[in-house]
């Protein structure tokens, strides 16, 4: 496993529902793992926990190569090592910058500022190479958005977390760009969307529903699409968000895939 939670909670006002709920989730070393979700139904508190940048209420969070780490208070200097790269919602690269200087600042930051090779394989995999000496701030949003996967990607982290950009959806497309990471870099990717066909590219998907995992796809192909749709609509509400800890949405294109607690759980550190 690449990353996993046990029992995580994340409780931000008391007196409110917890924005994760006993959510026990794993993800693959090398997988691609879409979220998918209502609003509000804890997907980038999922992801701000994993990356540490929110501590559990409640329950653990691992991360890490070969057996995952806990992700204790040190995680930020993991943060800054770069076991763990983390494009928010609002992540934008610096606009007068070209691609090649925001991805250089990205490796300085890394403490790999002479690494320009790897900068531009980065940005060859995710398809920038002809826009490396573009301003940032001149590219369509989805590329801006692949900007910061790139710069994450410098530190050669583990696992890559992609929010949704607030300026729309993480696209089939963008997706299709994040699998190549798994295959070439062998990096984990876990990213949230809200579109179906890009959900339908990824290895598994995950939804969230306030704040509990209420089913896993796994592989799920372009026959579930429709599916993928109807459930993010919440059209199959009474089925599919069953608030049941990693239970299956009731449907035959989706299984009980979640991999579960981990066969070796290590000690904590
Ligand atoms: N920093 C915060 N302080 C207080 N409450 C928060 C905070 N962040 C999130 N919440 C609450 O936690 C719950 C889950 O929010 P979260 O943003 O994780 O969901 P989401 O699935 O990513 O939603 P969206 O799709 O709208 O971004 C919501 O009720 C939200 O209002």
Redesign the pocket.
Known sequence: MAAYTTGLT?T??PS?????DNVNVAFRAGELCAIM????????????CLAGH?PPSVGKVYVGRGDARPWLPQQVRQICRGEVGFVL?HSRPFPGRTVLENLEWAAALAGRPDDIARAERVAGILGLLEDLHTPAGHLPADLQHLTMCAAALLPDPSVLLV??SDTGPLSASTLAVLRRCTAELGTTVVA?T?SPEAAALADRVVF?AT?RVAGIITRPAEDVVHELREIFAGRHASRSYVPEQGGPPASSSASAADPGPPERQPADA
Request: net charge negative; charged share 30%.
């Open positions: 994340k931000y006002d409110d529902r917890p924005a994760l979700g209502p609003p509000g139904a804890g997907k980038s508190t999922l992801l701000a929110e919602s929010d949704e949230v809200g969230l704040g």
